[in-house]
């Protein structure tokens, strides 16, 4: 018998998983989302990624976008559903413990848990530069990814891998690992999180973006990182948007101009260089590094900071 499934999330990595689903005829007897909201400098009231989907694909979905599920009425609205699975990928909300109760909740998790519990896990992978990254299923409980672990799948990062990358391949790894899930729920036996190797990971701010030039290597992880959203930019507010690792051992004075190429810079960090490619100064559209040097009367030898 096909089991019923809520389906709660929001951005894209969300519409993977439930375009998944849908795509194999699962019974998805609701959406729960985030509330539209106001976006860019005209403030347009713009639906969430996933009720979007919905609506371009017109797929018979009813979708319920309460400010929190704590509303008065949402717990029987869910109750009624008789839903046997809750799947929840990157819905922005937490679960009241109600809610958890009325049928098993599985979240599709973007680390390989217990490592990186909280909002920023690919992020937080490419800014400690790790080797592997994943998605974890779990069953939800009261604690923030805490749950007992159902199954994992494995992603190897290689250098070129941004978080764009890994954002959609993870998706497309977590929608697979959806169905397997689902398919195989009845016989697979949780694990418990080893509490020992916990590690978290918050909301990310503007502030993350502004960065120093002291080593090369964490310059590049967080342009990786943060490549999104704020991106990078330096104590002046220009903004490096697009930027490469020339090397990683010599040691210069931070910011200070190495060469000045046809197409790109190198500068200078504590410790290695990076090539600069295209920059932005604050209010004023991104240009190639090279004009923003031509403008800015500026040489080898001179500081960039």
């Given amino acids: 018998m096909s089991k019923k499934i809520i389906f709660m999330g929001t951005p894209d990595y969300a519409t993977t998983i439930l375009k998944k689903l849908v795509e194999l005829r699962y019974d998805i007897v609701s959406l729960f989302t985030q ?170 701010t503007k502030d993350d973006g502004k960065i120093s030039l002291d080593d090369a290597s964490n310059v590049i992880a967080k342009f990786k990182a943060y490549k999104f959203w704020p991106g990078i930019y330096l104590e002046s507010g220009l903004k490096l948007k697009d930027i490469e690792l020339n090397e990683t051992n010599s040691i210069n004075n931070e910011g200070e101009i190495l060469a000045i190429n046809k197409t790109d810079i190198i500068v200078g960090c504590q410790k290695g260089s990076i090539v600069i490619n295209r920059v932005q100064q604050p209010s004023k559209k991104e240009i190639s590094v090279t004009d923003f040097v031509r403008g800015s009367h500026l040489n080898i030898g001179d500081v960039i900071v």
Wanted: hydrophobic share 40%; glycine share 4%.
């Fill in 35 to 204: 509330e539209d909201k106001k976006v860019g400098r005209k403030q347009i009231l713009t639906p969430p990624h996933i009720k979007q989907y919905i609506l371009d694909e017109n797929i018979n979905i009813p979708v319920f976008q309460p400010k929190t599920l704590k509303e008065a009425g949402i717990k029987e609205i869910i109750k009624a559903f008789d839903a046997d699975l809750i799947i929840v990928a990157a819905y922005g909300q937490i679960l009241p413990e109600n809610i958890l109760n009325i049928a098993p909740c599985i979240n599709l998790h973007a680390s390989l848990l217990p490592k990186y519990r909280g909002a920023s896990p690919i992020q937080q992978c490419l800014l400690n530069k790790d080797k592997y990254t994943g998605v974890t299923a779990m069953h939800m409980e009261a604690g923030l990814d805490s749950g007992d672990i159902l199954s994992l799948k494995y992603l190897k990062i290689e250098d070129f891998m941004d978080v764009e990358y890994l954002f959609n391949n993870l998706a497309t790894l977590a929608a697979d690992l959806t169905v397997d899930v689902i398919e195989n729920y009845e016989n697979i036996n949780p694990i418990k999180q080893n509490n020992a190797k916990v590690s978290h990971c918050g909301k990310i």
